[in-house]
């Protein structure tokens, strides 16, 4: 069974850029959340959709960040402009459902810098 | 809010000598919890979970015991290996919504 899809793999950019990330989860998982990871720190929750609707952005910095998922598979982040402080890991995972005991299967995570 | 407290790290350790990575929480409710691990160049994998009190999650060795009246997860391993070299996440989630809350992570590395 494949698991879930990131690209790019790295990404480098200048502050005040725009970078987009997509995400491609497992085939039938209906919930996806992307999570940002900052060295030395947990990934921290960003935004979590059921299907094509967003269930919980209440981390996302709405400023800058914006997140969809049209069809309800494919999901792509955005952010714009960038800020020093964005460089981080970007992870995409997905689940069957919602509730703690559906697992949560995690892509390789998109690595961005951001000078 | 939900919150998840681990060890400070890194721990060297080695080849099968035991392991505790301590790992607490405070949460509202009856939480599920996780152990995840990332060994280097891979993404994120579920090691463990619980999800009730008294609960014994496990996997290729690893234990943990959900302890509701310490607010506790500790992950053991009797016998360590080199290829369990990696970063170690406690988290939990919520009965309603399968929202994860990690902790710090914590860097394991075991010398031959």
């Known amino acids: 069974e494949a698991g879930v899809a990131q690209s790019p793999r790295y990404k480098i950019i200048e502050k005040r850029q725009s970078v987009a990330f997509w995400c491609n989860p497992i085939?039938?998982?209906?919930?996806l959340y992307w999570y940002q990871q900052i060295l030395g720190q947990g990934p921290k929750l960003l935004i979590q959709?059921?299907?094509?609707?967003?269930?919980?952005d209440s981390q996302l910095p709405k400023d800058r960040f914006s997140a969809e998922r049209l069809k309800g598979v494919d999901s792509t982040l955005k952010i714009q402009p960038a800020k020093l402080e964005d460089s981080a890991v970007y992870l995409c995972?997905?689940?069957f459902g919602t509730g703690s005991y559906n697992e949560q299967f995690f892509g390789p995570g998109t690595r961005l810098t951001v000078l | 809010g939900n919150s998840v407290t681990q060890m400070e790290g890194p721990v060297t350790l080695s080849e099968e000598a035991f392991l505790t990575i301590n790992c607490t929480y405070t949460?509202?409710?009856?939480?599920?919890l996780f152990w995840y691990v990332q060994y280097p160049g891979e993404g994120l994998q579920l090691l463990l979970k619980?999800?009730?009190?008294?609960d014994k999650g496990s996997n290729k060795g690893f234990e943990a015991t959900y302890r509701k009246e310490t607010t506790s997860f500790h992950l053991e391993k009797g016998s360590v290996q080199v290829s369990d070299s990696a970063v170690y996440f406690c988290?939990?989630?919520?009965?309603?919504?399968?929202?994860?809350?990690f902790g710090k992570g914590i860097t394991l590395s075991v010398r031959p």
């Open positions: 995972a997905s689940s």
């Open positions: 085939s039938g998982h209906a919930t």
């Open positions: 959709f059921q299907n094509n609707g967003v269930v919980d």
């Open positions: 949460a509202t409710g009856y939480p599920s």
């Open positions: 619980a999800t009730k009190a008294d």
């Open positions: 988290a939990l989630a919520s009965r309603a919504n399968s929202k994860l809350t």
